[in-house]
């Protein structure tokens, strides 16, 4: 669970529609911080969530696909809870997100929309081109990944692929798509869903009394899922659960 229903209630409570009159893009809302959110126009163009913790890139790339005919960017977030969040109060057809994102990456976040809707179509924007990626993004239930150095064209592409119901993957990861590897093949496997949570937490820095108010359990509670995540990944401290976590692509710590 990514947080009780009192937060979710509280989240939502706070978004209120744009002003028309204030110079913000029509269509464009956010899930997050301000918490602005727009009425969707009642058009047939394909109504899209895009999920990005760098807001140059965000704000970047909801103006091109606004631009884009067929495409209306509906909401946007910052991290992979506020993504989350989103997804199942708007029920977009789309949700573009990143993978490594602060609280709960693009990865956990489309598990998170997966187990409760499998109407929403699942992009993953990413840097990371292993085939582990590829391989744990699919399995968490995304039906495209797209290189974050695409060409604004292929994003596009994407997005109207998996909104057709068809499987989306870069040109340049062809081969890799086609690899033998599979989810088990990655050492994350072995963790649950609530380890993989706790880990990125606590590779971000966080202290486990932090950790238990986010995540609504107690702090012996805390430790006892990292110690236990860190016998399974063979790790015997943070310096190094951080580089693991860096590697696989939990988290960019940038």
């Known amino acids: 669970m990514l947080g009780g229903g009192s937060d979710r209630r509280s989240q939502q409570a706070r978004w209120r529609i744009r002003d028309a009159g204030s110079g913000c893009t029509r269509g464009v809302a956010t899930a997050c911080g301000g918490d602005e959110v727009s009425v969707d ?6 109504r899209v969530v895009l999920a990005d913790d760098h807001t140059i890139v965000r704000e970047g ?9 067929g495409i209306e960017v509906i909401a946007v977030a910052s991290t992979g809870a506020e993504a ?16 490594s994102m602060p609280d709960l990456n693009g990865i956990e976040a489309a598990r998170a929309i997966r187990e409760r809707d499998e109407r929403v179509a699942i992009v993953m924007l990413s840097m990371h081109s292993t085939s582990e990626h590829v391989a744990r993004a699919f399995a968490a239930g995304a039906n495209g990944y797209v290189l974050k150095d695409a060409a604004s064209e292929e994003i596009v592409a994407a997005i109207h692929a998996v909104a057709n119901g068809r499987r989306y993957v870069s040109r340049e990861l062809a081969d890799v798509a086609q690899d ?16 993989r949570q706790v880990l990125q937490l606590v590779v971000e820095g966080k202290s486990s009394a932090q950790i238990a108010q986010q ?14 995540l860190m016998k399974k990944l063979g790790v015997a401290d943070i310096p190094a659960l951080v580089k693991f976590a860096v590697q696989h692509g939990v988290t960019a710590l940038d």
């Open 41 to 46: 126009p009642g058009t047939s163009r394909l």
């Open 215 to 228: 995540i609504y359990l107690s702090p012996k509670t805390v430790e006892t899922y990292r110690s236990r």
């Open 84 to 99: 989350v969040r989103a997804a199942r109060a708007l029920a977009p057809d789309v949700l573009v997100t990143d993978i």
């Open 180 to 195: 033998n590897s599979t989810p088990g093949t990655s050492p994350l496997a072995s963790l649950s869903t609530r380890e």
């Open 61 to 69: 790339l909801a103006s091109l696909l606004g631009q884009s005919p």
